[in-house]
Each structure stands twice: as C-alpha cells, then as structure tokens.
C-alpha cells in the first residue's frame, strides 16, 4: 500500500531501470540512496520495471531484503528485444551494456549489436519509458511530488525525466552513473551517422534541461561539460558511489597459509590485466614456499581465462561465478590484497565503480590496473590505500608484489590501519544528495 504524503516531508519521484532482484553495481547505487533519503526528510517513491519482464543480465534475489518496508515501489511493464536476441543468438543470458558476457560473437550476435546501435536509441531499454511516464504521471494525480531522480544507465530513463520535467516544471535531477556517447564501447555498436546525431542530440537535451547532473567523477564532470557551451560547471556535481557500512559487519578473516589476490565483479580482456599476470606468474616462481591463490568473483570472459592460463597461473587461479552481494564482501574481508582494472579503454580516467569503494571499506591493500593520475589514483592516494600500475608497468608491479610477498612472510595480515574513506559512506552521500533535492 502506498504511504500517505504527509506535509513535513519532501517528496521524490526516483526512476530506475535497475532495481532488485536485479544485481550489479549500479543497484547498489539507487538501493542505498532510497534506503538513506528518509533520515532526512525526504520520502522516495521508486518506479521500476516488473521484474518478470525486466531485462536483467544479473540477479540477485538477496537484496530485495535490503528495500525499506516503508519505500513504495511502483514496477511496470516494458517491451524490449531481448527475448529476439535470445532466439537469434541461442544465448540464455542478456549481454551486459558493453556485450562483456557475450564471448566471441558469430554474425548473429553482430547483427543484434548494430540493430541494438541503430533501432533502439539511445538503448534497448527505451521500450520501458512509456510504462514509466504513465505511472510517474499516475503517481503526481495522486499525491504532491516536489522532485524527480531519474537515474541511468539505461540512458533511455533520462528521456522520461526530460518528458516529465517539459509536462510538469519540476525539480529534475539526472543521476548518470556512466558516460553516454562516451562509453568505453559506444564505437563497438556500429552507430550510423544518423544515429550518433541523434543520440547525442538526446545526451545533449537532458544536459542542458535538467536542473542539477550527477555524475561518480570529476573526469565524468569534463567529458559532460564539453556537450554544451551552455552548460554552467556549477549545475554538475560529483557524488560517487561508495560502501554502506552496514554491509561491513564481517570481521577480516585473511588466512595465514595462502597469499589470496581476489578480484570481484565482471573483467574482461577490455581490461587489460597481462601485465600483472605475468609480474604474479614470476612472483610466485621466485617464492616456492608461499602458497599464492588468485580468486575471481563474478563474469570472467573466455579471453581472460585464456590469458591466466598463458600467464601459467591456472593451478592458483580460482573462479567462482556471480554470488549475492553479501557473500561476495565475505569474500574481500578472507584477502590479502584486492585487484582491481579499469577498462584500457579512451576516457578511462572518469571511470568509478562502486567496487573501489567496498574496496576500500574492507580495509585490504589494493592493486589497480589502470591509468596513472585518475580520479582512482587519486582516491587511493588520498586514503593510503594501495597503488594505481599502468598496463604495461611489468617491473613496478612485480616490484610491488615481491614486497609484499617479503612483508606477508613475517606477518601474514596485510590488513591497513584505519584509513580516511569514511566520506564514500552511502549515508554521507545520500546526505549530499538530499541537499540538492531540497535547495
């Protein structure tokens, strides 16, 4: 039954594609937000698809434990290509945003790709707008809504805030969690001239009508102000993801016998890890006498496991697939040391998952693959909580792992002291976010 408004509270219309039982990091993001708004003052109202007929690449039932009892969530239907895909392809799984699932493509999941870049724009998922607009509009008969959040990827979901904000005038906020036209696989989808123009004329819309823009980094800020020479800086604003301390409730449980690397989430040959694979390869030849364990949790592409086997690390490498989120902090708290890549892709000093975060809240040393001077770098800088190594840094990260080696051998807790991370709580960036729902 939905909550009755009461006057004390500010009341927030919060549109998201991705809500559980789907898993994945973006949910995180949304989840904790909505669970922390009411501590100040602000009661959300969440529409969503039905999860029946959602499109999820991954589920999650665990977290539906995690939504509020007292948080009225609205879920629609949808029309969308995936079931066509499914039956094009042969595949059982909905391919990620970037096709990180989907292996070596035959021609069939090629066409899929260049009909998904050039039919459905910005997205496939744009066939959920006119369910979400009808109840949105449904919502606002109702009861007095003083705010809209509408947060993405899908990137199609701002383009019901643009609606609802052009029909009603209200305080719209667009949370973009990711790049749009400059996500790292936006040229993989084969757009034709037509539909580049398009879309980013879309990006461009919801850029220049939204009231504030939130983005995860200050590089993700750079690459949304070059959209428009309209844009004010000031109506952009950084609010990363981060950790939600009652998630952190397990104690470190680092084993003492094995050197445990564990890396969590999708990775994929995008990601470009051989150069650390071959720096552990020597690090374990060079100490026979520690016994190394390299542990994914999550989607690992077919070429990654390729590249661990060639690396000569199959006999320490342990796989384990997708796990409720829960179980995957249990997880992080049994490392040594946590891995971590960005993508080596164009405009990759932006990129931000909220897994740096949970990193960083599980107190492990951290290994990032990536680039050197972005916003990761910084971060870890800032906490004391590990290094960022280039993709080709072979020396420096076998240098570094030799080390540690040399450190675990007399104490095997690597655990850090207590670092400064405690300003990526979820709490204290719904904090921020309230902030601006209310000015």
């Not at 939905?2 to 789907?22: C, G």
């Not at 977290?63 to 059982?92: Q, W």
Request: contains cysteine; neutral net charge; aromatic residues 10%.
């Amino acid at each position: 039954m939905e909550p009755a408004a009461t006057p004390d509270t500010h009341n927030v219309l919060f549109l998201t594609y991705y809500w559980p039982p789907s898993g994945g990091g973006g949910v995180q993001r949304c989840l904790k937000f909505v669970k922390h708004l009411p501590e100040f003052g602000i009661t959300p109202t969440v529409i969503t698809v039905d999860e029946n007929q959602a499109s999820y690449p991954i589920l999650d039932q665990s977290l539906l434990a995690e939504v509020p009892d007292n948080i009225h969530v609205i879920r629609t239907g949808t029309r969308e290509p995936f079931e066509f895909y499914k039956k094009l392809t042969g595949k059982k799984d909905i391919p990620f945003g970037g096709f990180a699932n989907t292996g070596k493509e035959n021609w069939k999941q090629k066409l899929f790709k260049f009909l998904r870049g050039n039919l459905f724009i910005p997205d496939p998922r744009v066939g959920w707008n006119r369910f979400a607009l009808d109840a949105a509009t449904k919502v606002m008969k109702r009861k007095p809504i003083q705010a809209i959040l509408t947060s993405s990827p899908p990137h199609s979901t701002q383009l019901i805030g643009l609606k609802l904000k052009k029909k009603f005038g209200l305080k719209w906020i667009a949370d973009m969690r990711d790049p749009w036209t400059d996500i790292y696989y936006y040229q993989d989808l084969n757009h034709t001239a037509l539909a580049q123009k398009l879309d980013a004329s879309y990006e461009r819309e919801v850029l220049e009508n939204a009231d504030a823009v939130l983005v995860v980094s200050d590089d993700m800020k750079r690459l949304f102000l070059q959209k428009s020479a309209s844009l004010d800086p000031n109506k952009i604003h950084v609010i990363p993801n981060g950790y939600d301390e009652a998630d952190f409730v397990h104690p470190s449980t680092s084993s003492s016998e094995e050197f445990i690397i564990t890396y969590t989430g999708t990775i994929t040959e995008a990601y470009n890890i051989e150069g650390f694979l071959q720096a552990l390869c020597e690090t374990v030849t060079r100490n026979p006498f520690i016994r190394y364990k390299l542990r994914f949790v999550g989607k690992v592409s077919l070429e990654v496991k390729r590249q661990v086997e060639a690396a000569g690390l199959p006999l320490i490498t342990e796989y384990i697939d997708y796990v409720p989120h829960e179980e995957s902090i249990k997880y992080l708290m049994a490392s040594t040391a946590l891995l971590m890549a960005i993508p080596d892709v164009p405009n990759n000093f932006g990129i931000l998952t909220g897994k740096l975060f949970e990193y960083l809240a599980a107190n492990k040393p951290i290994i990032c693959i990536g680039p050197i001077h972005g916003d990761v770098d910084r971060i870890l800088d800032e906490c004391g909580a590990g290094r960022v190594f280039h993709y080709s840094g072979y020396e420096v990260i076998l240098d570094h792992l030799l080390q540690m080696s040399k450190t675990w051998k007399i104490n095997p807790n690597l655990d850090l002291p207590i670092i400064n991370y405690t300003q990526y709580s979820r709490r204290a960036l719904t904090e921020k976010l309230a902030a601006l729902l209310v000015s």
